[in-house]
């Protein structure tokens, strides 16, 4: 089990800059499937679900070479159809390979995908979407999934019953290779989407309305090789911005898209932090550290506050003085890193699907566990405000979406280390440290 300790009560100040976007990359590498020919991705960040992606691409027959920010793909003439169950439980994102393996070969053999514990998370609409392009699809035991397309994959006319990121981008990519037109409707706007349907035209996939809620795209035979950089990770530039609007302080964010970063930054100003937006590609934040409270918001699909940026707002405010309140509309269970802010000493209590914060004057270290990507890094944001040592326990769960946490604060002086412990049952408290 990894192990962040962490030394809090100062002040972060520097300059970082943002690396490419783990919930963009990750379809974008099993969108790779689909070309016949090199792919070239640059801006990719060093993630484990990046690794792993890698392995499930490997586990078809591609040929990927992850080095210096760079990740090289190579499919094969004909790639495998089967990705083997370890691989599929990893992560969520191994559900992303169900459209290309089965519009490359015909049939995917796959699981009912792993994935951050945020609440059921079903894949009903990615499955009926498909089934209405022409797929069959088998329910076998332990959550394997049969899907097959014996006469290829078509285009249809698809609403969504909610604009899901991952239901319409495994539908972008079974209509990127689909005979036919395929007009999706209801579909998600998130950057993360945008960028997928940028990396699908540069290999020739025709798609109009990119950005909207209304997809058309006339499926293309071939699809080729292409070069492609990574979106920046607009989670991890509003961790760092969490991060020093918590602990007071200044930085200078660099290689950010700010239209992404609009609803967090409007929130970090409603709490009183200075925030100056130069262009498009960087941004600047300065805090006292003592933060007036940002009353109440909600998350909700792009435009709106993201929901993954919900926690790490709330830990930046633990101290805030005064009420505030974030209601996540997208996960019922977003707010498990509840339970160690409270071993922090904050004042929080959540109510359904609402986290409420009492600002509190002073944060005490303790051992904490991470439940989850996003709940992890809150904990790491409100370690940083506390006084004396605080170590997360199941940082790996951290490790899933951010290159290295610590490495990406040291900058801005946060005093992180890592090491590793016996696994231990949940809420284990006193994780031996094993060097
Ligand atoms: C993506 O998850 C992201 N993951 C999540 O980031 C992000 O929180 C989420 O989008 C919302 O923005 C990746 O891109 C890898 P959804 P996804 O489908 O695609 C329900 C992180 O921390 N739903 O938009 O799974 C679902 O249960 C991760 O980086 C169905 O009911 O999100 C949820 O309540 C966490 N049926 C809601 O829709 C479906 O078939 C939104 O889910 C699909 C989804």
Redesign the pocket.
């Known amino acids: 089990m990894e192990i962040l300790t962490i030394s809090g009560g100062s002040g972060l100040f520097g300059e970082v800059r943002i690396p490419g976007a783990?919930?963009?990359v990750?379809?974008i590498m099993a969108a790779s499937v689909l070309c016949r020919g090199t792919v070239t991705l640059t801006d990719v960040p060093h993630l484990s679900?990046v690794e792993a992606s890698a392995r499930i691409l490997q586990s078809v027959g591609c040929k990927v070479l992850l080095e210096n920010g760079r990740a090289v793909i190579t499919p094969p003439e004909f790639p495998g159809s089967a990705v083997p169950e370890p691989l599929m439980r990893a992560?969520?994102?191994s559900?992303?390979y169900l459209a290309p393996l089965l519009a490359r070969t015909g049939r995917a053999d796959i699981y009912t995908p792993g994935?951050?514990r945020?609440?059921?998370?079903?894949?009903?609409?990615?499955?009926?979407g498909l089934e209405k392009m022409g797929a069959h699809i088998t329910e076998k035991d332990g959550g394997a999934l049969e899907v097959t397309a014996p006469d290829g994959l078509a285009g249809a006319d698809i609403c969504l019953?909610?604009?899901?990121?991952?239901?319409?981008?495994t539908l972008l990519m079974a209509a990127a290779a689909a005979r036919g037109e395929t007009v999706l409707r209801g579909a998600?706007v998130?950057p993360?989407v945008t960028d997928l349907a940028r990396f699908l035209q540069g290999a020739g996939a025709d798609i109009t309305g990119v950005g909207t809620r209304v997809l058309h795209i006339r499926g293309r035979e071939l699809l080729m090789g292409t070069q492609h950089a990574v979106c920046p990770d607009r989670?991890t530039a509003a961790t760092v911005l969490c991060a020093v609007a918590g602990c007071g302080g200044e930085v200078l964010l660099t290689n950010t898209c700010n239209a992404h970063l609009a609803e967090v930054l409007r929130i970090l100003r409603r709490a009183g932090c200075m925030v100056s937006a130069s262009g498009d590609s960087s941004v600047a934040l300065a805090s006292s550290g003592a933060l007036r409270a940002a009353g109440g918001w909600d998350t909700g699909?792009?435009p709106s506050f993201?929901?993954?940026a919900a926690p790490l707002m709330a830990a930046a405010l633990l101290r805030a003085q005064g009420e505030s309140r974030v209601t996540d509309t997208?996960?019922?269970n977003r707010f498990a890193c509840a339970e160690g802010f409270l071993r922090l000493g904050a004042s929080v209590n959540v109510c359904g699907r609402t986290l409420h914060v009492h600002g509190m004057d002073l944060l005490n270290g303790a051992d904490v566990e991470a439940p989850?990507?996003?709940g992890g890094a809150a904990l790491v944001i409100a370690a940083l405000q506390a006084q004396g040592s605080t170590r997360v326990m199941g940082a790996e769960h951290i490790s899933?979406?951010y290159e290295d946490i610590a490495a990406l604060l040291a900058p801005l002086g946060a005093r992180i280390t890592r090491s590793w412990g016996e696994p231990c049952g949940r809420g284990c408290r006193n994780a031996g440290t094993v060097l």
Do not use: Q, W
């Open positions: 783990k919930n963009s990750l379809p679900d992560m969520r994102s559900l992303f994935g951050c945020l609440g059921a998370r079903p894949i009903d609409m990615h499955l009926s019953r909610f604009p899901s990121v991952g239901a319409t981008e998600a998130e993360e989670i699909v792009y993201p929901t993954d997208i996960f019922e989850d990507l996003r899933r979406g």
